[in-house]
T-cell receptor, first 117, second 112 residues
Framework: NAGVTQTPKFRVLKTGQSMTLLCAQD?????MYWYRQDPGMGLRLIHY???????AKGEVPDGYNVSRLKKQNFLLGLESAAPSQTSVYFC????????????????FGEGSWLTVV | GNSVTQMEGPVTLSEEAFLTINCTYT??????LFWYVQYPGEGLQLLLK?????DKGSNKGFEATYRKETTSFHLEKGSVQVSDSAVYFC???????????FGPGTSLSVIP
């Protein structure tokens, strides 16, 4: 079972370079998310999408762009990488919003380790 | 604003010890509450959840009760195993929100 797949898993960038992280899910989920995880700060939401063709800003969107051209894919772009963007990035998806009485589960990918030097 | 506070780690316990990880939250309305677990080198996965006051979520020997009067959702396990070593995240999602808010995580190490 593939679930949520992220590529690449590891990447080292030089300051100013650009790159794209790809997230793919095979569960037909409407909602997709990009988080970054930093020591002592937990997970912070960068951007999210509530369906194909939609995107919205999360807590820490600056320096990132996203696109959701296909329902199953959610791309995270860094146009000009900075050392402050060194982090572990997690993509996640859910069928419905996690709030409400059903408390829908969010499914996470295994993470992408990005180092900017 | 909405937020989640967890006890700071790391927490180190001996095998078969009792575990409590405290979690308190601030939110308007009636959020759903979650515990997610992250094993080394992996993404987060749902451990348990509760969607209304006094609900008890349970899974794999872990339990947590939604206490609205104390705005808490403490995680407990009666007898931990080495395989429970992981980072545990408390989280909430408001009724009308699309997003989950995570706490900072608590690292647990269980030694034989």
């Amino acid at each position: 079972n593939a679930g949520v797949t992220q590529t690449p898993k590891f990447r080292v960038l030089k300051t100013g370079q650009s790159m794209t992280l790809l997230c793919a899910q095979d569960m037909n989920h409407e909602y997709m998310y990009w988080y970054r995880q930093d020591p002592g700060m937990g997970l912070r939401l960068i951007h999210y999408s509530v369906g194909e063709g939609t995107t919205a800003k999360g807590e820490v969107p600056d320096g990132y762009n996203v696109s959701r051209l296909k329902k199953q894919n959610f791309l995270l772009g860094l146009e000009s990488a900075a050392p402050s963007q060194t982090s572990v990035y997690f993509c996640a998806s859910s069928y419905e919003p996690p709030g409400g009485r059903s408390g829908n589960t969010i499914y996470f990918g295994e993470g992408s380790w990005l180092t900017v030097v | 604003g909405n937020s989640v506070t967890q006890m700071e780690g790391p927490v180190t316990l001996s095998e078969e010890a009792f575990l409590t990880i405290n979690c308190t939250y601030t939110a308007t309305g009636y959020p759903s509450l979650f515990w997610y677990v992250q094993y080394p080198g992996e993404g987060l996965q749902l451990l348990l959840k509760a969607t209304k006051a006094d609900d008890k979520g349970s899974n794999k020997g872990f339990e947590a009760t939604y206490r609205k009067e104390t705005t808490s959702f403490h995680l407990e396990k009666g007898s931990v195993q080495v395989s429970d070593s992981a980072v545990y995240f408390c989280a909430l999602a408001r009724t009308s929100y699309d997003k989950v808010i995570f706490g900072p995580g608590t690292s647990l190490s269980v030694i034989p």
